[in-house]
T-cell receptor, first 115, second 114 residues
Framework: GPKVLQIPSHQIIDMGQMVTLNCDPV?????FYWYKQILGQQMEFLVN????????KSKLFKDQFSVERPDGSYFTLKIQPTALEDSAVYFCASSLGLSNTGQLYFGEGSKLTVL | GDSVTQTEGQVALSEEDFLTIHCNYS??????LFWYVQYPGEGPQFLFR?????EKGSSRGFEATYDKGTTSFHLRKASVQESDSAVYYC?????????????FGAGTRLKVIA
């Protein structure tokens, strides 16, 4: 089936550094999402993105977070600077549309460890 | 805001047992409802959805019926297998009224013992 690829699968960085998580969504999909999952806990919505713009973001999407998809390349989540509480698995997802019949396709996640 | 409540945090069953995982939702509109399954080390995978009242979604022996009256979408399977061990998430879809996100429940960890 359709695949969402995430790079890197695991990244360890020091607090205060910048990190960029990359997502290659399903090729014809138009809507892109980031979710955050702290170990063993709930999937929490961060942001979604369509037509070059953020459509909606949650309170977890702090000012240090940003997303972009320049010229149809990777959909990226950048955190600058990172904080200890940013340690989590970040899942990228994409969907073809926003209709009530749409479904999300998820990547395998990027595990971020902030020391 | 919109929310999804899964009553059971963990469920432990033996093979061939009947499974029920309860899901209730709260939404301002009429969302599509979804079940996703997540295996260790992987992202969630779509299991099935239902888009309107009384519609039944099903896949791989799992099923759930959209009940607008009780705002529920309970997951059931008649006979579980060890390979069904995973985390199951109930979710509601975008409402197309300025709300573009999928909202997930807390998840229910199912462990099936052979």
């Amino acid at each position: 089936g359709p695949k969402v690829l995430q790079i890197p699968s695991h990244q360890i960085i020091d607090m205060g550094q910048m990190v960029t998580l990359n997502c290659d969504p399903v090729s014809n999909h138009l809507y892109f999402y980031w979710y955050k999952q702290i170990l063993g806990q709930q999937m929490e919505f961060l942001v979604n993105f369509y037509n070059g713009k953020v459509m909606e973001k949650s309170k977890l999407f702090k000012d240090q977070f940003s997303v972009e998809r320049p010229d149809g390349s990777y959909f990226t989540l950048k955190i600058q600077p990172t904080a200890l509480e940013d340690s989590a698995v970040y899942f990228c997802a994409s969907s073809l549309g926003l209709s009530n019949t749409g479904q999300l396709y998820f990547g395998e996640g990027s595990k971020l460890t902030v020391l | 805001g919109d929310s999804v409540t899964q009553t059971e945090g963990q469920v432990a069953l033996s093979e061939e047992d009947f499974l029920t995982i309860h899901c209730n939702y709260s939404a301002s509109g009429y969302p599509a409802l979804f079940w996703y399954v997540q295996y260790p080390g992987e992202g969630p995978q779509f299991l099935f959805r239902a888009s309107r009242d009384k519609e039944k979604g099903s896949s791989r022996g799992f099923e759930a019926t959209y009940d607008k009256g009780t705002t529920s979408f309970h997951l059931r399977k008649a006979s579980v297998q060890e390979s069904d061990s995973a985390v199951y998430y109930c979710a509601l879809g975008p409402l197309n009224t300025g709300n573009y996100k999928y909202v997930f429940g807390a998840g229910t960890r199912l462990k099936v013992i052979a």
